[in-house]
C-alpha cells in the first residue's frame, strides 16, 4: 500500500498524446481515435495549450448513427463536418506529471470523467491518465 502513495502521474500516464485543433471536423476527429484506439483527446490553440478535451462519446452523441446508411440525410452529412470546437468540453479538470495517485483517483470519481490531461506549467499537454492507467497500477500492486 504504501508504494501506491508514491506513484506519481508521471509513472502511469501515456506519454506524448494525440491532439486535435479546435477546427478538426468531427469525421476526422473519430478517424483519429478509432486508427489510435484512443478515447479522448486534448483540444489544443494554436500555440498547443490546452483548451478542452474531446472524447468518443462527444463524437459519437453529435454524430448521426445514420450516417453511411441508406437512412443518411442531407443534414446527417452537414453535422459530420462540425468541428471539434463546437462539441469539446472546455477547460477539463487537468493533472500535472507529479501529482499522486491518490489525487487522480479523487478526481477521477468526482468529476466521473474517463480521463484527465497532463499538463506542463505552460498548460501544453503532455500526457493523459485514464482510469484504466489506474487500474494498471493496482494490477501491479497486487504481484
Known amino acids: 500500500m ?4 508514491s506513484v506519481t ?10 491532439v486535435v485543433t479546435e477546427g478538426v471536423e468531427l469525421l476526422a476527429a473519430m478517424e483519429m481515435m478509432r486508427d ?7 483540444v489544443v490553440d494554436e500555440d498547443g495549450r490546452l ?10 452523441q ?9 437512412h ?4 446527417d452529412v452537414l453535422d459530420a463536418y462540425e468541428t471539434v470546437g ?3 468540453v472546455g477547460e477539463p479538470v487537468t493533472v500535472m506529471p507529479d501529482d499522486g495517485l491518490e489525487e487522480v483517483v479523487d478526481i477521477l470519481l468526482s468529476t466521473k470523467v474517463g480521463g484527465l490531461p497532463v ?11 485514464t482510469y484504466l492507467d489506474v487500474l494498471a497500477v493496482l494490477q501491479e500492486s497486487f504481484e
Open 2 to 5: 504504501e508504494r501506491l502513495r
Open 51 to 60: 483548451v478542452g478535451i474531446v472524447t468518443d462519446r462527444d463524437l459519437r
Open 72 to 75: 443518411e440525410t442531407g443534414q
Open 86 to 88: 463546437e462539441v469539446m
Open 119 to 129: 499538463v506542463d506549467l505552460e498548460n501544453a499537454p503532455i500526457g493523459i491518465v
Open 9 to 18: 502521474v508521471r509513472e502511469m500516464m501515456t506519454p506524448d498524446p494525440y
Open 36 to 42: 489510435h484506439d484512443i478515447r479522448q483527446m486534448p
Open 62 to 70: 453529435a454524430l448521426s448513427p445514420h450516417l453511411y446508411t441508406e
